[in-house]
């Protein structure tokens, strides 16, 4: 089966521009989570999808990132506008429906901002 | 709440030498326990998993973790590494529906 897939691989933008991270997860997986690792710290979770809802946005930083997954198939991440802070690896996971199914993880997105 | 801490950001190892990954967690209700690998350039993949039942779990590559519920801990370990194992190695926990909450991770880095 297809891996989780991320676009882009990397991406570097100036602070005020916007950035859109796309996430497409193995086929069939009705969970879908989105993480940052900010350099030198821990993967931070941002929020989980089941199908297109969302579960759980807590971790989402401040109302310039807006996710959104229609027809609960891939989802995009939007940063608008992105600031310093915003650099680091974005990664998109998706699971299965049980409790205790692992995560299957993207390569990442390397998000820039200068 | 649920929280992972990895107590070691580093640690280096000689090639065939065995090595030990230490993860501790914290949370009010019962949980599951899992160590990812991430190489390079990559994504993180799943090495092993303890959900229920024998505390000492068997993974990928060689790698083995045994839960300590008294300690609430789930160390890594490897009797013997290889330099394929260097990379970093990010303890996880689910405790409440689906939230998993990473370790900072833990670099191993094996010297030839």
């Known amino acids: 089966e297809a891996g989780v897939t991320q676009f882009p691989s990397h991406s570097v933008i100036e602070k005020g521009q916007t950035v859109t991270l796309r996430c497409d997860p193995i086929s069939g997986h009705d969970n879908l989570y989105w993480y940052r690792r900010v350099m030198g710290k821990e993967i931070k979770f941002l929020l989980h999808?089941?199908?297109?809802?969302?579960?759980?946005e807590s971790g989402m930083p401040n109302n310039r990132f807006l996710a959104e997954r229609t027809g609960g198939t891939y989802s995009t991440l939007k940063v608008q506008p992105a600031e310093l802070e915003d650099s680091g690896v974005y990664f998109c996971?998706?699971?299965?429906?049980?409790?205790?199914?692992?995560?299957?993880f993207g390569n990442g997105t390397r998000l820039t901002v200068t | 709440a649920q929280s992972v801490t990895q107590l070691d950001s580093q640690v280096p190892v000689f090639e065939e030498a065995p090595v030990e990954l230490r993860c501790n967690y914290s949370?009010?209700?019962?949980?599951?326990l899992f160590w990812y690998v991430q190489y390079p350039n990559q994504g993180l993949q799943l090495l092993l998993k303890y959900l229920s039942g024998s505390t000492l779990v068997k993974g990928i590559n060689g790698f083995e973790a045994e839960f300590n519920k008294s300690q609430t801990s789930f160390h890594l370990r490897k009797p013997s590494v290889h330099i394929s194992d260097t990379a970093e190695y990010f303890c996880a926990v689910i405790g409440g529906y689906q939230k998993v909450t990473f370790g900072i991770g833990t670099k191993l880095q094996v010297i030839p």
């Open positions: 999808f089941v199908k297109e809802s969302k579960q759980d």
């Open positions: 949370s009010s209700v019962s949980v599951y």
């Open positions: 996971a998706s699971s299965q429906d049980t409790a205790a199914s692992p995560l299957h």
